[in-house]
């Protein structure tokens, strides 16, 4: 929920190990694409180079392949240096083909980079550091020693040093790049797939929360049988006793356990029937979502406000899981860093409802504006803020968790800074000078239908001390 979250620089690749079944497969190609390329260019474009050496080297790869399948199972889980031991093997497997069929002038040098790609992907950075770093220093042996293609002719293939340097640079750029683009790409995966499973679980507890009142019902489903055994047993019981004082209890144990069935017959209905439970007015879900941060020694302050001919009265919205545990995240944002003060706005006309959370603190970290909502957002915390709040720590989860889960209440939301005064008493006066989220509903996503009239109130009867309107 931090507004100065904490740089992610890497991710637990320990946790996200590779199956031997998958590095098995992808080397299974590799072994069939390296056999066909050596048979192609010497039977069929009379290339000459060492063929029985490179037939060994493939032959090699392929027993590595049959240990690997018959001595481990196939969905053994590769630890990060199994994986790294296996990744240098490849790599240096194809760097000694490549040594024995022209190094840097046959094209399929390009291959080197798929290493490090893969450990970009599944490994830490220290390990994907040590596959560049050996793909980059076989590419750059290769590009100075390596046995050359002979021609039909008996001539060598001779690459031009201007092409030859450029292939080489060409492979380290591509190690570089490309593997600091896939690491990029794995650690935001990574990131977002956690962020999104925290969100599963914040709402799953939203819903438990919400769902003790189908507990509650079943209890009285459950409970009920024994009781109504309870309430038999006692009957029988006042049939036969003599003693009154015995009838007496027994009477009392018939009425208590009658009484039990009534109560729980009402929570079980409650749980079921009751529209407070499923709809509240605005006011009342908000104050809900604030409930744990009020006592947090920060001043909230709720104002509202129908806009242009809209019904001036509060309206009800759904009582979703979504909704409240959302705003809690909002509002638990901007109590963490307000000075004083937090003020929510309410708004509503006959198109949308809108919420406004703003505080007095020091606002929105200018250059993450554009990104907030995103999870594990990479940034430091001023040195101010680090000396006003010590002990805090973050990594945008909190409003990422909340920008997702009001989404899918359909609502809009909109994270700035404010431009009014750092204190604002009045109730629209205007806008604070610290952070502002907005939230932007369309009526027809949340407001709630119109609760049933209760009717007409009924005379009083004048036999129980009541006396009817004229």
């Excluded at 989404?407 to 502002?436: K, M, Q």
Aim: net charge neutral.
């Amino acid at each position: 929920m931090a507004r100065y979250p904490v740089r992610l620089t890497n991710y637990d690749a320990d946790m996200h190990w590779v199956r031997l079944q998958t590095l098995t497969r992808v080397r299974w190609i590799a072994v069939l694409g390296q056999f066909l390329a050596i048979t192609i260019a010497h039977f069929g474009l009379g290339l000459s180079f060492s063929i029985p050496l490179a037939y060994l080297v493939v032959a090699v790869s392929i027993a590595s392949n049959l240990l690997s399948e018959f001595v481990f199972p196939p969905n053994r889980r590769l630890s990060e240096g199994e994986v790294l031991l296996t990744l240098i093997f490849d790599t240096t497997q194809l760097s000694v083909l490549l040594f024995l069929t022209g190094g840097l002038s046959n094209p399929f040098a390009l291959l080197l980079l798929a290493p490090v790609t893969i450990a970009a992907t599944a490994l830490r950075l220290r390990s994907t550091l040590a596959i560049g770093g050996i793909a980059a220093a076989l590419a750059s042996l290769l590009a100075v020693s390596h046995e050359p293609l002979i021609l039909r002719g008996g001539l060598p293939v001779v690459i031009p040093t201007l092409l030859l340097v450029g292939q080489w640079l060409a492979i380290l750029t591509g190690i570089a790049f490309i593997g600091l683009y896939s690491r990029s790409v794995a650690i935001e995966k990574h990131a977002l797939t956690e962020a999104l499973l925290a969100t599963q679980m914040a709402l799953a507890r939203e819903q438990k929360l919400t769902d003790l009142t189908a507990v509650v019902a079943a209890a009285a489903h459950e409970l009920g049988t024994p009781l109504a055994t309870i309430k038999l047993a006692s009957s029988e019981l006042i049939d036969t006793l003599e003693d009154a004082d015995q009838r007496a209890d027994a009477t009392l144990i018939r009425e208590q356990a009658d009484r039990c069935r009534k109560i729980l017959h009402s929570m079980g209905q409650a749980g079921k029937d009751d529209p407070h439970l499923h709809q509240a007015p605005l006011e009342a879900v908000v104050t809900e979502a604030a409930a744990p941060h009020a006592a947090r020694g920060k001043e909230l302050r709720f104002v509202h406000r129908a806009l242009g001919d809209a019904d001036p009265r509060m309206p009800e919205i759904w009582r979703r899981p979504e909704i409240i545990h959302g705003l809690r995240n909002l509002i638990q944002n901007a109590v963490d860093f307000a000075e004083n003060r937090i003020r929510i706005d309410a708004e509503w006309d006959e198109s949308t409802i809108r919420l406004r959370v703003m505080d007095d603190g020091p606002g929105y970290p200018p250059d993450l504006l554009g990104r907030i909502g995103d999870p594990y957002l990479r940034a430091r915390r001023p040195a101010a803020l680090r000396s006003h709040r010590p002990e805090y720590e973050g990594m945008g989860l909190g409003l990422f968790i909340a920008k997702t889960l009001l989404e899918r209440s359909g609502a809009r939301l909109r994270f700035r800074n404010g431009t009014g005064s750092a204190v604002d008493d009045g109730d629209h006066a205007g806008e604070w000078a610290g952070a502002i989220a907005e939230v932007s509903w369309p009526r027809t996503a949340i407001v709630a239908a119109p609760r049933p009239r209760l009717g007409a109130n009924l005379p009083l009867d004048p036999s129980i001390g009541g006396s009817s309107p004229d």
